[in-house]
């Protein structure tokens, strides 16, 4: 299992490189745990990452979009990441 714990200065960087960290290149554009495992995701105090500027909280939408979308795109080649084999768990 991975443990995020949020906090008011939680930047959605910090967030996106933590979860790089932890999954393996499966194939091109496919990353996730090992093969054959899951990989559970517990993130703690899911709502006190500081609003922006437009009332929004980046890392929260960053979740959003791996949940709607399956992924997030990379930052430095600009590719959308299909993440799989993760069970995301969150507490307030």
């Known amino acids: 299992p991975?443990?995020?714990?949020?906090?008011?200065?939680?930047h959605v960087n910090q967030f996106q490189d933590q979860?790089?960290?932890?999954?393996d290149k499966r194939r091109r554009g496919v990353y996730g745990p090992p093969v054959g495992k899951k990989c559970v995701v517990?993130?703690?105090?899911?709502?006190?990452?500081k609003k922006e500027e437009y009332g929004a909280q980046?890392?929260?939408?960053?979740?959003?979009?791996?949940?709607?979308?399956?992924?997030?795109?990379?930052?430095?080649?600009?590719?959308?990441?299909?993440?799989?084999?993760?069970?995301h768990v969150s507490a307030m």
């Open 19 to 23: 979860m790089d960290s932890k999954l």
């Open 58 to 87: 980046p890392p929260i939408e960053l979740i959003r979009q791996w949940h709607d979308y399956h992924g997030w795109y990379n930052r430095k080649s600009k590719k959308m990441m299909d993440i799989v084999d993760i069970v």
């Open 2 to 10: 991975v443990f995020i714990n949020f906090s008011a200065q939680t």
């Open 42 to 49: 517990f993130i703690d105090d899911l709502n006190l990452p």
